[in-house]
């Protein structure tokens, strides 16, 4: 499995620790890595909180990624092939696609599948978080909803901005307070990129 080497991790919330750029967790005999709070972190820390360390992605040795943690983020994080300096592995990680599902009074509804229920109900939505196009604001994300199989994305639109009817997606980041509870937070909503069939 290789040498396990524990950092610390970028934070701690209710007693948690929070993973930070770079950060996975691993359990101390386990074959996988984690890159999110998923069952098996939740589990573990449920039982044998001691036994879950943090450490660096570029660290994993041969685990795996947890096939939960895959699921919820398939783009993400995939290892680095050139060290732990490589141009920031997270970026990709961390991209929810979004499909309209209405828009009414000025409020735009955004659906992500259900493999990205559980990533979104650890995500917050902080103040001004932005719907972008290009990068003009268009309006402001108000709310994740997770109680919903296909959870949704509420964005309150500008009065002046005209709706786009095409395939969204949501950035996510770190929380900027360090009080926060959650580990992740929209960083803005914009519309994806064009798929060459579309
Ligand atoms: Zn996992």
Known sequence: MGELKPVQPAAWREGRPILGRDQVYVMKYGREFHTQWCQAVADKWASAPRGLLVTLLADVGTRARCQQCSRAAPAARERPTRGRHSPEPAAAASVIPLRVVGIAHGILYLAARPEFRELLSETAVEPATPLLVGSKRDGMVVRVD?????????????????????????????????????????????????????
């Open 146 to 198: 997770v109680s919903r199989d296909e959870p949704l994305l509420v964005v309150q639109m500008d009065p002046r901005a005209s709706f786009r009817d095409v395939p969204y997606q949501a950035r996510l980041r770190a929380p900027l307070q360090r009080s926060a509870t959650k580990p992740y937070a929209v960083e803005s909503i914009e519309p994806a990129p064009r798929e060459p069939d579309s």
